[in-house]
């Protein structure tokens, strides 16, 4: 009998994506149906937060960024529960995702509520509860940064008061991703712009 020898030669691996995609949701209400709860820059620093992040398209940390923009009247309580229920429709475990809040807030019971631009002081049906939007964040498969530029922040975690806070680069936190989950790509990090007892106070840099 006759013997060959076979060579099997695997094909070639499919590399990895080397950086994530970015999917970013801010929302900045400055101009609310009730006149008297209108802001100043609320809009405008979420047009900040989107130009700053649309930049690092194809940089040093992300690949794609695709960002959906609502200010002012887009900012209703159905649109941003729309754009949440889109947020979880899009990328894969290896992506990341940033919800960025700046406008009004509200304790009530306990429970944090953003001011959707319908805002009645009577009622809170027109705006959005914190545990609604992270019911959304939850179906999430990947890395997810939640933002809030309101009174009352640290709350969306029960927090009240900060201590040796320290500022972190988006490269200094997916490095710590990567330390504390490995293996596991599902993980939230939370900016607050301040305890939960304290109200916010616009400055006039704007």
Not at 104 to 111: F, I, K, N, P, S
Not at 176 to 199: M, V, W
């Amino acid at each position: 009998s006759q013997f060959r020898r076979i060579v099997a030669k695997p094909k070639e691996p499919i590399p990895a994506r080397s950086k994530p995609n970015l999917y970013v949701l801010a929302v900045g209400i400055s101009e609310y149906q009730d006149k008297s709860f209108s802001l100043k820059a609320a809009h405008l620093d979420a047009e900040a937060i989107a130009d700053v992040f649309r930049k690092q398209e194809n940089g040093s940390v992300f690949s794609k960024v695709d960002i959906k923009l609502l200010k002012n009247q887009e900012a209703d309580r159905e649109n941003i529960g729309r754009a949440l229920e889109q947020l979880k429709r899009v990328g894969t475990e290896d992506d990341v995702w940033m919800v960025y809040l700046s406008g009004h807030a509200a304790l009530v019971d306990g429970d944090y509520y953003f001011l959707a631009h319908k805002h009645d002081a009577a009622t809170n049906v027109y705006d959005v509860r914190w545990k609604d939007i992270m019911d959304q964040v939850a179906k999430i498969p990947g890395r997810v940064i939640l933002m809030v530029d309101t009174c009352h922040a640290a709350a969306i975690v029960g927090e009240t008061r900060f201590r040796n806070v320290q500022p972190i680069t988006a490269e200094d936190l997916l490095a710590e991703d990567k330390r504390n989950h490995r293996g596991n790509r599902k993980s939230l990090f939370f900016y607050a712009a301040g305890a939960s007892y304290q109200l916010r106070q616009e400055g006039n840099r704007w």
